[in-house]
């Protein structure tokens, strides 16, 4: 089982508090750490909305703003992660920062979940497979938009001379990580079979990014139902501004949940998985672990039925546009609607309009449309 410390944004920038969350991982017996690498543009509109802070109301993308930290920055965090004995992984949000990562040679690219429909990114990131591992999750995701992303990101074949040799503990090209996008995740809708369901379905190891707030019951169950992977929020407190602190463990959480992992594989090894979950009715209710195992059908978790398609990626337009103007690709944004916006049609069909004459004005920051095109 590898165990990934997701530290994400929660440095908000800071050095010091990066080496920080990098040494409150390692010291909590996890075996990488993985970071976000934002460029706001590359993520959301200008006109998406607010987030409300205590400091009062933020446009959500001024607060992706305050995010941004230099290539230096995540080439730092990556030597020291590295000096600690970690692995670094880390997640990009488009083509820049991804070509950014990928020239620090990290260990693992991490595609969060609103980004599994983000089709330019993913065959970007296709350039990369099994030159470096790629880590994906299944959030906001239902299983036709997993078979897309999955065919893409194998859709480049390599002979072995292409294919850097590089040890590593993260060995498989591909792995799936079952998801909940929610903040928090209800434990009771995880739904740990899938785990099972979606390995079967594409013959790659998986595991679970968790964002439920208990540190033993997901992980436990997640390594009961045979995940190879865990990732789980970190922070050094819930009560500071991380966008995830307040759904990220402690790091005396996150040790306790790497202590029951590891202690639920040496009992799977040597009386099998059967103990693991006689072990936990003794703290939990034998229907609650029922209900959170479910019936491993790969579909959206009632807590984020709403956010699919504002959650994940859709096509916006950059700039207000004229009847008769030519869009260029330079005009659309492959973004997240989320707050305000009406969500456009899929990333998939970028290429599709690009070139194409519009039959009516557009406002900056709406969601691209068909009818646009049509008289």
Not at 16 to 38: H, M, N, P, R, T
Not at 197 to 224: R, Y
Not at 248 to 267: D, G, I, K, N, W
């Amino acid at each position: 089982m590898t165990i990934i410390a997701e530290i994400g944004t929660s440095h908000g920038g800071n050095l010091e508090k990066a080496y920080k969350l990098i040494d409150a991982a390692k010291d909590s017996g996890a075996d990488c750490v993985k970071f976000q690498w934002v460029y706001a543009d590359e993520i959301l509109h200008e006109n998406t909305g607010y987030v409300k802070l205590p400091t009062g109301n933020i446009r959500l993308y001024d607060r992706f703003k305050e995010l941004e930290c230099s290539s230096d920055f995540y080439k730092k965090c990556l030597e020291y992660s590295h000096s600690k004995g970690l692995l670094f992984a880390c997640s990009p949000f488009g083509l820049r920062s991804l070509k950014e990562l990928a020239e620090l040679n990290p260990d693992a690219i991490k595609i969060a979940s609103p980004e599994v429909n983000h089709i330019p990114l993913l065959k970007a990131c296709a350039e990369y497979y099994k030159e470096i591992p790629i880590i994906i999750s299944s959030g906001v995701s239902k299983l036709a938009d997993l078979e897309k992303a999955i065919s893409i990101l194998c859709s480049r074949n390599q002979s072995s001379a292409e294919i850097k040799k590089q040890e590593s503990a993260i060995k498989e090209p591909l792995t799936l990580l079952h998801c909940i996008t929610s903040y928090p995740a209800p434990e009771e809708e995880y739904n740990i079979r899938c785990i099972k369901t979606l390995s079967e379905i594409f013959g790659i190891p998986t595991g679970i990014s968790d964002h439920s707030l208990d540190p033993v019951l997901v992980p436990v169950l997640t390594t009961a139902m045979g995940g190879t992977m865990i990732e789980k929020h970190i922070t050094l407190s819930k009560e500071t501004d991380g966008l995830d602190d307040p759904v990220a463990l402690t790091p005396e959480q996150f040790y306790l949940m790497v202590h029951a992992v590891r202690q639920s594989e040496a009992a799977i090894a040597r009386y099998g998985a059967g103990e693991v979950f006689r072990q936990l009715e003794y703290e939990f209710e034998s229907e609650k672990i029922k209900t959170i195992l479910g019936d491993g059908i790969k579909k959206l978790a009632p807590a984020e039925e709403a956010n699919y398609g504002r959650t994940n990626r859709s096509l916006h337009y950059l700039r207000a546009m004229k009847k008769g103007e030519k869009v260029s690709e330079k005009d659309i944004g492959v973004l997240r609607t989320e707050k305000l916006l009406t969500p456009g049609i899929s990333p998939e069909f970028l290429e599709t309009i690009t070139g194409k004459t519009l039959t009516a004005d557009v406002e900056n920051g709406e969601g691209v449309k068909f009818e646009d095109f049509m008289n």
